[in-house]
């Protein structure tokens, strides 16, 4: 059963190093994926290209927006941007209806985004935050209510850059062995960040080691790791 | 994919009411179950056949093996009790290692055990602690060793009877929808034990509430809850 | 000594299931006791009454109001709500103030309210923040202080639906024993909550288990649990 | 209701400066008590003694065993030591059965020992986890058994000497005014440890702080403090 | 090498019990200090100075700040208050930039604050929220920015009134034995709260004897403690 | 001050990968290093000399004891085996005062072991928790004792192959960038071990981001990574 993908981030280039795999493996057997950012990180992580003399900030949201379209089409993703601004990242209660809306209208079998602790980024805590309540309201109470609602979709924060510090434990790996080339042309569409394409490339590997331990699987290659919010139903263990 | 699935509990009952239907379920699908006991539960648990003057432990042994073969049964599975005697369940070096041989023997996809904690109880944490460091020596250390390993088997806790004063929680549920008549008359041959036939029959509708509250599938009507302990492998989220 | 019991929820019916047995109980033993909800769920639990053709939310919120106060009859307890909206509930710094105003008008001795997690409801964990503040704000910094504040009130959550992902251990069991039929009547005023009404006279049963178990007393047949935040001051253990 | 309170802690000292005060409130409120050590501390904790040239184990044992009653009989509790050695203290299956056999015997309303961790001291945590596993010996699986079984003792963890690095979060303050002089006078057998009267005497008015900002009852000179294991079970909130 | 410690509290007494030692101790090695009070604490801890007839608001925070910037004088730190308010203290977006510019501009070595958890006051866990956030804001991603960038700052939290309700793990203690006379001069100037005088004062007693417990070095005779909240970078372990 | 460091890990070959930089970098800097194995880990993770026809036990031994004394002789560290057999590692009491002994004739100042946790290895949490309580035991009560004690080390964990599956946070980043030829050389003497050299030479490069990103420390290039058991003691912050 083809599913329906769903990642939104803080900034525009979150999804590639975290999530591009399991993008990419989910559009390759059939499904689709959609990739939110709340922002373009144009403050907090653009810096090579305020180098620039003469540098202004719709530029550098021009480029960035240019940039994560190109990495999400070799997933075979859409990408939108809601332009909250970055750094910091603040969501009001209009705001967080908009990012509701976004998730009653995609309606995706799987939500993906940040973890609530990362103390490295301002702004990471604040898209979990908004992100985890937008879904319940698109979900609603699980019963008839005022307003549509959507089956739930599956919840799961991606990895972030320091996972012993943001509470993140592992409870799904991913194998993306078939999809590797996809994440690695994704990854280089980042140009300024060379030193994240070398680190999630070196991440991807030990995933997969790792997924080949837990599993005993030795065709696994690479992997993605993800933590699992919510229980999920299955017809047998 | 048919799976084999073992239960391993302290004591010959635990694994009806917690996991009968997990193990039914995979039956129905074609795979293998294996129950072991690592005690009769002769003296902690089998109070109303004490009750009985000149009861003799002998005695009591066999009643209980027979119920235990007999609810196995109804859920297609095998039955065997170690009998290293409970209440308190002492488990030395010696013990360990034909804990998992019997892991190592059977091989299971699936291995299904205590919670760690039980405030409750004085035999479930121990057989936790057993079942745990026996898989490792079943599994081995991911490389090669100078014994025979096993493909490492997945470990689920199941739901202890006080689930929040044992640090559980559901991060699986089963849909045990179509064996539940077979979980009933599996519980059904736990004569003496009639709260808990009462309890756990509740407890399989709560717990498909839960698993349609979180799928979004009205479909579920009846559920068995289990927690993960280690990350699953998974070709797409 | 009677005691002055108010609860807090964010919707006219989380009372009842979940603290209507300790409400009745402290007005049976001669207390007093008022239920604040800070939204009628008109949009998020209310999907029934939507159901009628040309519903309108002012009507539903007269609807949800009678059977909020019918059933808050039943347990002896006046009932009020806040109306400020749900599904998002959202409380800025005025409201917060309001719910600070009410709890230090009632000067409660024990104040219940929900987990600070829910991660089935978008409105609970807002509700238990800002009860958990106003609170300290009523009570003050323990020093005297620029306005009035009150003796400081027990808090008490009270157990979410599915409690083990609400983070809910129960450190007290209420034995409700004596005032059952009421609890049941109260429930019975929710019409369209056949689920629930179900549902939690099963875990009444459950929790008179848990308690017989704990106190091995055996008269206990029903309870409601709680998890208490802050110590309590006793004369002896 | 008068109660009984057992105290088992791992050396001989320990009950004084951690649940004197308890145990003499229980007492003068008609209540009767026991304390229970696993071991003299003779050699971890009798350093002064050891100083002596010459000196030798039991005597040392001897002198302990001495202080250690003179105390108890301060706070009108019987004094037993058990003698199972310290540093380390070491607990085999046989030693389990003889801990389950005293709390049988006393059949205690009021259990207390040490907490799960403590890493400033070996022994504690032995004696923690034997005694919590005694407990659940003596009082059964809740169900009648092969052997006799009492009413289940609450449990409590009476204060480490480093709370916070003990995993020890207070949940029960015992207000102690009206036994101070009597605790005083205990931790003044302990003739040899003049930090630790200070130290619990000071201890004792900053719970009684603490007490006071919970609870609001001003007349709270000193407290001990307490974290209870499992759930209470009560007629009102 | 001197250091640049900046202390932020919610109100303007804070710094004074739980961080004086280290703040003097810093200046004593070279040093340089800056403490920044958000609220002067005049609604919810100077109860004291409204006793008094006609008494005014202004009048209150005018005392308040005579009072931290003389205990600030004795530490060798430098005091202001940005004036916040305070029961509530309320941040909004531009007050969070505020205090990012702040941080900003002294560019500390260490920044210290409140726990993210204190049920005993309503301002410090907003205190500790947006001090951690603005820190972030101020160091930036960890590459360049739109924005000018500091060294990040270490981050520690420092011991609340009751550790254990705070999740409070002293991690660091601070040897303040040759500054001790400074911190009892500090708080001498906080003329109304005669208790927090002697319960530091013992406080720095424990905490003395604590570090001497952890480190064998006997010479340490009043410590101070401290939470870490980031991993440390050093030459050697 | 020149230091005195002690590994003890369950496996002969455990110190190079996780703790062989701050064993050189001590060293470098004027202290002495001594590795304790409690065992060769000769059956669990020795299986590529397994596969050598006619291949016995003590051979194993010796070939594993060879590679270990060179890794070390690379880290400047001397190299000493218990030899208690692995897989499993058991340990009585007999043993435990054996660790005990090692460490109170060392008397380390940093003493390093492995989590407490591990779910991929039944011998690493075995050997923690002997080191935990032989490390009491060798320190001693922090009074005097009936036996010659030792001043405190401090206590670190080091980095498992899966850190947040057991539950490791890293604490501190040792700045390993002048030793880092060293541990490259020690890892090459695990000839059969490729794949961790790999995976601890990327690991390597990742803690020195870390690192850098911690302290803003450019000059970091590679780092090593611990969880700090015990407060540390310092002279400021």
Known sequence: MPKRVQVIGAHSADFVWRAGGAVAKAVSLGGQAEVIALSYGERGESGELWKQPGQRVENVKKIRHAEAEAAAAHLGASFTCLDLGDYPLQIDGDRLLEIAEAIRAFAPDVLITHTATDPFNPDHPIAHGAVDRARSLAAGAGVTSAFD????????????????????????????????????????????????????AQRGEHRGNHARRASGRSEVKYGESFMRVLPQVVGEL
């Open 149 to 200: 609602t959507i089956k739930p979709p599956q919840l799961f924060l991606f990895e972030p850059h320091q996972p012993e510090l943001c509470s993140f434990t592992p409870t799904v790996h991913v194998d993306i062995t078939s999809v590797w080339e996809q994440k690695l042309a994704a990854m280089g569409e980042m140009k300024a960040q060379q030193y994240l394409q070398t680190y999630y």
